[in-house]
């Protein structure tokens, strides 16, 4: 059997009384520079493969301190060469890549600043923390800070 690619994965988890889940498809680094390379700086990128990766609340949030409603998002990431890269929460989460990102349709758009990673991770992953998000790629590490709405 063989197996895709960039299979698709989950991560799950609660960030404060909230529900949160990303779906995305995860390719693998295959000795390819990612960053600056296969994912030019400066241009959208999918934050994944294949369809758009998308991350569901069940309930308001707040993302690197600005609310964000309930809901469904497609995520997309501006990588750059500089400290800041541009974190995005699109409100149509049924698209393939970024090929119809549409800038219009931004439900939110943060500031996140990456690091470093201490190890390389072959394929890309997210993981839902009780402090954020984190994608890590190949030597990077990309974490948004998601804490529950005070209501």
Same mark, same amino acid.
């Given at each position: 059997?063989? /197996?895709?690619?960039?299979?698709?994965?989950?991560?799950?988890?609660?960030?404060? &009384?909230?529900?949160?889940?990303?779906?995305?498809?995860?390719?693998?680094?295959?000795?390819?520079?990612?960053?600056?390379?296969?994912?030019?700086?400066?241009?959208?990128?999918?934050?994944?493969?294949?369809?758009? /990766?998308?991350?569901?609340?069940?309930?308001?949030?707040?993302?690197?301190?600005?609310?964000?409603?309930?809901?469904?998002? &497609?995520?997309?990431?501006?990588?750059?060469?500089?400290?800041?890269?541009?974190?995005?929460?699109?409100?149509?989460?049924?698209?393939?890549?970024?090929?119809?990102?549409?800038?219009?349709?931004?439900?939110?758009?943060?500031?996140?600043?990456?690091?470093?990673?201490?190890?390389?991770?072959?394929?890309?992953?997210?993981?839902? /923390?009780?402090?954020?998000?984190?994608?890590?790629?190949?030597?990077?590490?990309?974490?948004?800070?998601?804490? &529950?709405?005070?209501?």
């Amino acid at each position: 059997m063989q /197996t895709k690619p960039s299979p698709a994965a989950t991560a799950s988890g609660k960030i404060g &009384s909230a529900d949160v889940t990303v779906n995305y498809s995860s390719p693998a680094v295959k000795g390819r520079t990612i960053f600056g390379g296969l994912e030019p700086y400066d241009k959208v990128w999918r934050a994944g493969a294949n369809e758009a /990766t998308t991350v569901e609340f069940s309930k308001p949030v707040l993302v690197e301190g600005k609310a964000l409603p309930a809901g469904k998002y &497609s995520f997309f990431v501006i990588p750059t060469a500089a400290k800041q890269w541009t974190v995005i929460f699109n409100k149509e989460p049924n698209q393939w890549g970024a090929y119809k990102y549409d800038q219009k349709l931004d439900a939110l758009r943060v500031m996140v600043t990456p690091r470093e990673a201490s190890t390389l991770t072959e394929r890309l992953v997210y993981e839902v /923390t009780p402090k954020g998000l984190v994608l890590r790629w190949e030597n990077m590490e990309v974490p948004v800070t998601v804490s &529950s709405k005070a209501s």
